[in-house]
């Protein structure tokens, strides 16, 4: 269940149109390390996870990412919003246009539309969290590089914010691991998936007070 | 859960895996609207990016 | 800034404080400063949305209560941005 608030999680006031930065930032709303595959990912990824604290995170984590994609959204509509044909022309926005017009539509920087693939969902949870973390990374770097790219404040401040929360989730992701790892035996983390094989009490009481 | 293991025991963390220190909770930025603008309220993890080395 | 834009953003940064805070106790159950923090953001950031629901549009549905006419609806869109 969600609840919608009419507003964004930080501001987005782009005075500016600029089609050539848009084209390069949808990549955050739809490409391989963007906002709609962090939201699907987390939010996918929870199910199978049997420690109820670390789907919280992934909850959580899942649903500021929807708060992201609604962002980006946004920064890529005001860089789009009020163009004139010259301006489509001469940014190489025209392929875009062409199929969209000036809607926002997830795809890669270079085109390529969003897929599942570019998210696991793997159903063991330090597999599974170990990717959200590289993701964390990944979605950093290009925030990195976007930030590059970027001249108009109007349009840093909202990307410095979304890079810094990339930091933030990693951490957390990290000590989500930890708390997945101070449940199994250390001296062997990879013996069983605990979200799927059973321990062996389990076999004679089938609520034997294990997480299985 | 039992206790989390102390992380200035680093070299006994069990190989063949990755871990991430505990972060502990000090305070909160004074000038919230300085967390707000830079994307976290906790002065630790203002990593920000700078784009240059030796900065 | 109007009222109305430095209530939106006071709002926010509660709402960001919380948020920060959220995932810190989701990994940090037992940190009694933090659920302090907590509380008292919590109760700030209720207090101001409902007060700017009053004032001028709800941000939320539970806030859109109204006598005469539905709000929510004419309420300005997230993505519209200051200049729109």
């Known amino acids: 269940m969600w609840s919608y608030e009419k507003r964004l999680q930080f501001p987005v006031n782009i005075k500016e149109p600029n089609a050539k930065l ?13 906002e709609m595959g962090a939201s699907m990912r987390y939010l996918s990824q929870r199910y199978s996870i049997p420690y109820r604290e670390v789907a919280g995170v992934l909850t959580d984590i899942g649903t500021e990412e929807l708060a992201h ?42 085109g390529v539309p969003f897929n599942a693939c570019e998210f696991q969902v793997k159903g063991d949870p330090i597999t599974d969290l170990m990717e959200d973390m590289a993701a964390e990374q990944k979605a950093r770097a290009t925030y990195d590089n976007i930030l590059r790219l970027v001249k108009d404040p109007d349009v840093c401040e909202p990307i410095k914010f979304l890079r810094m929360r990339e930091v933030v989730h990693f951490q957390r992701f990290g000590e989500a691991l930890r708390m997945v790892q101070d449940r199994l035996d250390s001296r062997n983390f990879y013996a069983f998936n605990p979200a799927f094989d059973k321990c062996e009490s389990c076999d004679d009481k089938p609520d034997c007070g294990c997480d299985k | 859960m039992h206790e989390h293991w102390r992380d200035d025991n680093f070299e006994d963390f069990p190989i063949a895996m990755a871990y991430v220190p505990w972060q502990k909770f000090e305070r909160l930025y004074d000038d919230l609207e300085k967390g707000y603008c830079a994307g976290t309220v906790f002065p630790e993890l203002d990593k920000p990016f700078t784009g240059r080395r030796c900065v | 800034m109007g009222d109305r834009e430095q ?46 629901s009053q004032k ?15 709000r929510w609806g004419a309420a300005p869109l997230p993505w519209e941005g200051a200049c729109a």
């Not at chain 1, 848009?22 to 963007?34: C, E, M, T, V």
């Not at chain 1, 890529?76 to 004139?84: A, F, K």
Request: glycine residues 6%.
């Open chain 3, 56 to 70: 001028y549009y709800p941000l939320n549905t539970r806030y859109a209560e109204s006598g005469k006419e539905w």
């Open chain 1, 69 to 110: 994609l609604e962002m980006v959204a946004s920064i890529v509509h005001q860089l789009t919003r009020n163009l004139s044909m010259e301006e489509i022309e001469k940014s190489g926005f025209a392929n875009y246009y062409v199929d969209h017009t000036v809607g926002v539509w997830p795809q890669a920087a270079g």
């Open chain 3, 7 to 52: 209530l939106l953003r006071d709002i926010g940064i509660a709402d960001f404080v919380l948020t920060e805070l959220v995932l810190y106790l989701d990994t940090h159950p037992h940190d009694c400063k933090a659920m302090e923090y907590f509380n008292h953001y919590n109760r700030i950031k209720l207090q101001m949305e409902k007060e700017f």
């Open chain 1, 22 to 34: 848009a084209q390069a930032i949808i990549s955050q709303y739809g490409g391989p390390d963007g």
